[in-house]
C-alpha cells in the first residue's frame, strides 16, 4: 500500500479537520457521527467478507477514527474553556456585586476585557435597570445558550 492510495481519504480529512476544530462548530460533530457509523458498519462487513481488502480499510477506518476522536475533544476542550471563562467573569461580578452592593455595568469595571470575551468565547454581559445578565452560547447545540440566572445564582440552559 501507498500513501497515493490514500490521497482521497486524507483530503477528506483535512477539509473535514478545518471545519470541524474551529470553535463553534460542534453541531458538525453531531451531523458527521452517523455517517461515520454507516462507513464504520460498511466497512467492517467488508473487511470480514473480503479478507484481501482489510489492510487497506482497516487503515481508512484507523484514520477516520483518529479524526473523530480530535475533533470530539477539541469541542470539549472549547466547551470547557468557554464554561471557564464564563466562571471567571461570573466569580468576579458576583464579587463585586457583593463588595459594593450593585452589579457592574460592564465587566472592565471588575478587571476583565468584555470585548475580548465576547471576540474569543461569544460571552456577553449586561445589566438592564438593575438586573444582571451572562449568557454565551452552547457549543454542541445550535441556538441554544448557558443563561446565568442571578437571583437563582446558577445557570441554566435556553433554546431559542
Do not use: C
Amino acid at each position: 500500500m501507498k500513501t497515493a492510495d490514500y490521497v482521497k481519504t486524507l483530503a477528506l480529512v483535512a477539509i473535514v479537520l478545518f471545519f470541524s476544530l474551529q470553535k463553534g462548530s460542534g453541531p458538525l460533530v453531531g451531523i458527521l457521527l452517523p455517517f461515520y457509523l454507516v462507513v464504520l458498519l460498511y466497512n467492517s462487513i467488508r473487511m470480514i467478507r473480503r479478507p484481501d481488502e482489510r489492510k487497506r480499510r482497516g487503515i481508512r477506518l484507523a484514520i477516520w477514527s483518529v479524526t473523530l476522536a480530535l475533533t470530539v475533544t477539541i469541542q470539549i476542550h472549547w466547551s470547557e474553556a468557554s464554561h471557564n471563562a464564563a466562571e471567571l467573569a461570573l466569580k468576579r461580578v458576583l464579587a463585586y456585586q457583593e463588595r459594593t452592593g450593585r452589579y457592574p455595568a460592564s465587566l472592565k469595571e471588575v478587571g476583565l476585557d468584555d470585548q475580548d470575551l465576547k471576540d474569543k468565547w461569544q460571552i456577553r454581559y449586561f445589566v438592564v435597570e438593575g438586573k444582571a445578565t451572562m449568557v454565551y452560547p452552547m457549543p454542541f447545540m445550535p441556538l441554544a445558550i448557558y443563561e446565568y440566572n442571578f437571583e437563582a445564582r446558577k445557570w441554566r440552559e435556553n433554546s431559542y
